[in-house]
């Protein structure tokens, strides 16, 4: 989306403003919302929510006659609350709102069983980078959602890093299985490798040292160099016959990590389908 957002005139209830909410409610403010477009339910504010609400003069629900029906309204508490926090959202919820849920492993069919009121819903999947701004959310939005709806919750999303649409809600679930698990395949590669660096003979620390700061930079090549695919970058790093198509010839072998990743990302999305009933 180039141009910016034109934030005037929209307004979000958020449910829930703890790593994931709060995380987006920085992203929020960053992007210039501001006072009463934004309405917080938390029972337990932390001291970073009540300052951000000072500063930024976003309004800490207490269940009062202020509650109105919101355009966004954004459902960030944890799955097994879903009940609870259906019931603080509520007040916020018209015909004409939009329901925004990051509810890991919560259906569509599970928000508005829980929220009828609500029309458009918008199921979305992040993952922990979304904490610094860098996630990767995966959403689908079902029949009831406006383009103009659509284009808000992409915004709203994209306050934490990077947004793409499915478009079947089944595909949540691999969306879990690739992005949403994804960083700790990441981190279990750092562990992997930092251990395959012991066994080769360099002291552990050391090794871990040189895993941890591998992954780190290779992320940011990836981040920085938007429009070249990871294969070339791959490519340019492995000269022909030299050292990385040695480790490359054990890696792509046929029972290699294409293998082992492809059954792992199965396992996962197998799990969230039964998860999500
Ligand atoms: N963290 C991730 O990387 C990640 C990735 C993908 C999806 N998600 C999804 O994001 C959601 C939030 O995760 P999180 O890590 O941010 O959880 P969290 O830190 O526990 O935040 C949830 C917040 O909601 C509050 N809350 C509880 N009941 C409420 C109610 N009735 N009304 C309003 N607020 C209420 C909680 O307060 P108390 O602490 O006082 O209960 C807490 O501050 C989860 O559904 C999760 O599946 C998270």
């Not at 609870?84 to 509810?103: R, Y």
């Not at 990077?162 to 992005?179: H, M, N, R, Y």
Request: net charge negative; hydrophobic share 50%.
């Amino acid at each position: 989306m180039s141009a910016p957002f034109d934030w005037s005139g929209v307004s979000i209830a958020l449910i829930g403003a703890g790593n994931m909410g709060l995380a987006m409610l920085e992203g929020w403010a960053a992007q210039g919302l501001a006072g009463d477009q934004v309405v917080v339910a938390e029972p337990n504010p932390s001291q970073r929510l009540r300052d951000l609400c000072a500063v930024r003069g976003f309004r800490l629900a207490e269940g009062d006659s202020a509650d109105e029906p919101r355009q966004a309204v954004v459902l960030a508490v944890k799955p097994q609350l879903l009940e609870a926090g259906a019931a603080s959202a509520a007040p916020f919820v018209s015909a004409g709102s939009m329901v925004v849920s990051i509810l890991a492993g919560k259906r569509i069919a599970d928000i508005a069983a829980r929220l009828p009121a609500a029309k458009a819903v918008v199921r979305a999947m992040p993952n922990t980078p979304a904490a610094i701004g860098r996630g990767m959310t995966g959403a689908f939005a079902n029949e009831a959602t406006s383009e103009a709806q659509r284009v808000l919750a992409h915004v709203l999303l994209s306050a934490v890093g990077q947004v793409e649409w499915v478009e079947s809600e089944a595909l949540i679930d691999a969306v879990t299985a690739v992005s949403g698990s994804g960083p700790a395949y990441v981190f279990y590669l750092v562990e992997c490798l930092a251990a395959a660096g012991v066994e080769a003979g360099l002291p552990a620390d050391l090794a871990a040292r040189l895993a941890r700061a591998t992954v780190e930079g290779a992320g940011e090549l990836l981040h920085q160099q938007q429009d070249t695919a990871a294969e070339t970058l791959r490519q340019r790093v492995t000269s022909p016959g030299g050292t990385t198509a040695a480790a490359l010839d054990v890696l792509m072998a046929s029972d290699g990590l294409a293998q082992l990743l492809a059954r792992a990302v199965a396992a996962a999305k197998s799990r969230a389908g039964e998860l999500s009933g």
